[in-house]
């Protein structure tokens, strides 16, 4: 019981270091570790994993927003499409088998170290011509808007917080700073991560003792992470978890493929 516990701990840690530091990417963990580490199911998995992502979320929010680092305007633009898209997505999850799940969310992850990998953040946001961090013309809403959605569908469904997609999204299509847009990008997961836990709650509950002793694990993760972003470099943090991420969704995919070949 206290391995357990203690294991819970450090998870939520790592998941929230993670979170905090780049603005997403905690729940491309998050699934890993509560399935293979803790013993969950991957559906129980995927429910925990955004009550975890989007609770550890908001108390980075509160540490980005006191620097003036958050835009609530687009992050609630944001996540009102998101939120539809991930009960959508959540819905979908229980139509899948977990074996088939779990290689497609290896591949996800897989994607989402690629980009990370090739990223590179722009000097400033005067690079762009038209900053939706600065004004919200109607351009912006229709891009925000239709961003939003595809990542809620993505959340609902995999259970990731989606920040791997929200962050890019908010530099190169709407011309937010990095630090605005890792501080943005916090709150639109926490948000969509609402739509998508109402959706899992309708098929079922999970351990709430486990999921608190990652949360708790989880909030100390993200107040370090947070601080860490803000001094280290923003591309090399994100460098360092595509690695992580590349080392986890490997054998994540090779063992759930193998269990579909043995049927």
């Known amino acids: 019981?206290?391995?357990?516990?203690?294991?819970?701990?450090?998870?939520?840690g790592l998941i929230g270091l993670s979170l905090g530091a780049t603005g997403g990417g905690g729940a491309l963990l998050a699934v890993p570790l509560l399935v293979y580490v803790l013993g969950t199911t991957a559906r129980d998995a995927t429910a925990m994993s955004l009550m975890i992502v989007g609770a550890s979320s908001l108390l980075g929010v509160w540490d980005y927003g006191r620097a003036g680092e958050v835009r609530v305007k687009a992050a609630l633009v944001f996540s009102g499409t998101g939120a539809v898209g991930a009960w959508?997505?959540?819905?979908?999850?229980?139509?899948?088998?977990?074996?088939?799940?779990?290689?497609?969310?290896?591949?996800?992850?897989?994607?989402?170290?690629?980009?990370?990998l090739r990223w590179k953040s722009?000097?400033?946001?005067?690079?762009?011509?038209?900053?939706?961090?600065?004004?919200?013309?109607?351009?912006?809403?229709?891009?925000?808007?239709g961003i939003g959605l595809?990542?809620?569908?993505m959340t609902g469904f995999f259970g990731v917080g989606g920040g791997f997609v929200i962050v890019p999204a908010l530099?190169?299509?709407?011309?937010?700073?990095?630090?605005?847009?890792?501080?943005?990008?916090?709150?639109?997961?926490?948000?969509?991560?609402?739509?998508?836990?109402?959706?899992?709650?309708?098929?079922?509950?999970?351990?709430?003792?486990?999921?608190?002793?990652?949360l708790l694990g989880s909030a100390a993760g993200v107040l370090l992470g947070t601080r860490l972003g803000r001094a280290g470099s923003p591309e090399r943090m994100t460098r360092a978890f595509a690695f992580v991420t590349i080392g986890v969704a490997i054998p994540l995919i090779l063992h759930n493929a193998i269990r579909l070949g043995a049927g």
């Open 1 to 12: 019981m206290i391995g357990q516990a203690a294991l819970a701990l450090v998870s939520g």
């Open 171 to 214: 530099v190169l299509v709407l011309g937010f700073p990095m630090r605005l847009a890792v501080g943005t990008s916090l709150l639109i997961i926490a948000l969509i991560s609402v739509g998508g836990l109402a959706g899992h709650l309708r098929f079922g509950q999970f351990d709430g003792r486990l999921a608190t002793l990652v």
């Open 150 to 153: 595809l990542v809620g569908i």
């Open 88 to 116: 959508g997505g959540a819905y979908a999850h229980q139509l899948v088998r977990q074996e088939v799940l779990l290689v497609l969310f290896g591949i996800l992850m897989l994607g989402a170290a690629t980009k990370m």
């Open 122 to 145: 722009p000097v400033s946001g005067a690079e762009i011509d038209e900053s939706c961090a600065d004004r919200f013309p109607r351009t912006c809403w229709v891009k925000v808007s």
